[in-house]
């Protein structure tokens, strides 16, 4: 990622997905690593890639890790 922007994934809903917020603006909800890579382009990190998503220390991921998607 070439900018930071603060980047919170909030934890998941009791419906699924989790809220995506960049600098402060929730870009939607998120059911999937992919579908967050993809609002991060959307919002002007073209060359992101899935496996940044995962690896980045940047992204804040409140209730669980990019592996958690869904409430218990």
């Not at 989790?18 to 603006?25: A, K, L, N, P, S």
């Not at 609002?39 to 804040?60: K, N, P, Q």
Request: no cysteine; glycine share 12%.
């Amino acid at each position: 990622m070439s900018a930071y922007l603060p980047i919170v994934i909030y934890p998941p809903s009791s419906t699924g997905g989790r809220r995506v917020r960049v600098d402060g603006e929730i870009l939607g909800l998120a059911t999937s690593v992919r579908d967050v890579a993809e609002f991060l382009r959307r919002a002007g990190m073209e060359d992101i890639t899935e496996d940044d998503v995962v690896l980045s220390g940047l992204i804040d991921w409140r209730g669980g890790g990019p592996d958690v998607w869904s409430t218990p």
